[in-house]
Every structure is written in C-alpha cells, then in structure tokens.
C-alpha cells in the first residue's frame, strides 16, 4: 500500500474551510496537533432532553478513537455535531482548527467534504455500480473526469475490491458494501474519518477485515472516530476510548477497553 500524505483542514487546497487569499475569521486551533476539540460542549433537546452534558476532549490528528456507551448515551448526538446537523446549546466545537460556532453556513458543505463518513447501513446507490457509487461523491465535489478515472481504480485497490468495480450493492456480500462505503469516504483522502458502527451489520470474521481496512488507513495519517458496540473489537485493539452514559463522559482512556476494568 502506497503511503497517503495527511491533508489537514488548514491548508489551501480546495476542500480547505479558508479559500486562498480569504481571511478565516473561524480560525482558532489550541494546538497545532489537535484534530476535534470539544469545550464544555453540551445538547438539550426540547423538552428538556439532555443528550450531551459538559463534553470536554482533545482528539490530535492521526489518532484512532472509540466512541462507546450504551445506546441514548448520546454517541448519535456528538457525531451530528462533528457534522454540523445539530448546534451545540452551549460549549464549543473546533474541527482542524475551524469553531464551528462561527462557520458561515455557506462553509458547511466545504466542512464536510473534509469529513469522510461510514455508516452501519452502507448508503449505496442501488443502481449504481461500485465503481459509480465512488465517482459519485468525487462529481458531487467537482472533480475533472481525468481526476475521477485516476482515483476511483485507486482506493478501490486500498479496500480490495479491483475485481468488484462492475458489481451493484445487492451483487456484493455485507463486508464488500461496507468497504465501498470505505472506500466512497476515503476517496479525497480526508484528514478525519467518522464511522458510525461499521461493522454493526456485519459477521465477526467479516467485521476483523472492515477493522484491519480501517487500521491500515489510520497508518497513512487519517485520524478516525469510531462509534461502536463491538466490545470484542474495542478490547483486542486496545486504542483510545471516550465511554459515554447518560451524555456524560465517564471514561476517556489512552490504551482502553470497551469496560472499565
């Protein structure tokens, strides 16, 4: 596997949040390695819902994070934040040193194309194939066609699905549309990978392959928050883990398991 050099949210390339020349009035990085700040950040739903109280954490670039708690532990409710579908009621969010609570709205798409997601339920176009499914989020960014036809042949080498390129979703097992979903997040190489249960669907000798995929990508430079319930997982990989309950972080661990111990 070719080594994939780390973008980051601050350079002047064209996903960056500041265009060439523009002045980022969102800037604010409080540290030059920090990839996700949280600051006191907390979510109150109507009525009176409390779905994230006082979330405070520093996430650097290039590291591999689990986010774990029972479900309505509010898991949901920080990666919609990271994403920008939600606001925060109070606290602050810094992503690659943007604030988010001072991003125009215009700069939110911009935002996302520097965040590559991955879903449980996969979110493929059925009638699509696999090759089409991952020059679909490269079009949707304004990607030349000469561009396209270079990358797509690309990560689907790094996922292993050279051979499935003319295949549709249904022709494809579980684990295969789930490295699709992978490779459709990490075709632009995003500095900051968010996957929401991955392999929650899938068998675990199926969901050892989607994690070593993962794995391999991490060691290129991408750094990756994972929400999981794969206590098997969690434990044998022995990374860092943020334990939600009750909106509240409990346990935030640098070579933790899925439980305290």
Do not use: W
């Not at 070719?2 to 265009?19: I, S």
């Not at 109507?46 to 532990?73: M, Q, R, T, W, Y």
């Not at 520097?114 to 493929?124: A, H, M, R, S, T």
């Not at 020059?135 to 990560?155: C, F, M």
């Amino acid at each position: 596997m070719t080594a994939v050099e780390e973008e980051t949210f601050v350079t002047d390339t064209p996903t960056a949040l500041a265009e060439p020349g523009e002045q980022d009035p969102t800037a604010a990085a409080p540290g030059a390695g920090a990839m996700i700040v949280f600051e006191s950040v907390s979510k109150t739903y109507d009525p009176h819902v409390v779905a994230l109280e006082a979330a405070s954490f520093v996430i650097e670039k290039g590291e591999f994070v689990f986010l774990v708690g029972p479900s309505g532990s509010g898991k949901s409710t920080m990666i919609r934040l990271l994403l920008k579908e939600l606001e925060p009621t109070t606290g602050r969010i810094i992503i690659g040193g943007r604030d988010l609570g001072r991003l125009p709205h215009r700069k939110v798409p911009q935002l996302r194309r520097n965040i590559g997601c991955v879903f449980q339920d996969f979110k493929l176009l059925s009638d699509r194939t696999t090759s089409e499914n991952v020059a679909y989020a490269l079009k949707v960014q304004g990607e030349s066609r000469n561009s396209i036809r270079r990358k797509v042949p690309e990560v689907l080498g790094l996922v292993g699905l050279t051979h499935k390129g003319n295949s549709y979703p249904d022709e494809l097992s579980g684990g295969e549309q789930q490295r699709v979903s992978i490779a459709r997040a990490f075709v632009n190489h995003p500095p900051l990978l968010v996957c929401d249960e991955p392999t929650g669907n899938l068998d675990p000798d199926t969901s050892v392959g989607i994690m070593q995929l993962l794995y391999r990508i991490n060691r290129s430079g991408t750094t990756i928050l994972m929400a999981t319930h794969d206590r098997e997982m969690v434990d044998k990989m022995r990374r860092r883990v943020i334990a939600l309950e009750d909106g509240r972080i409990a346990r935030d661990e640098r070579r933790g398991g899925y439980a305290s111990e």
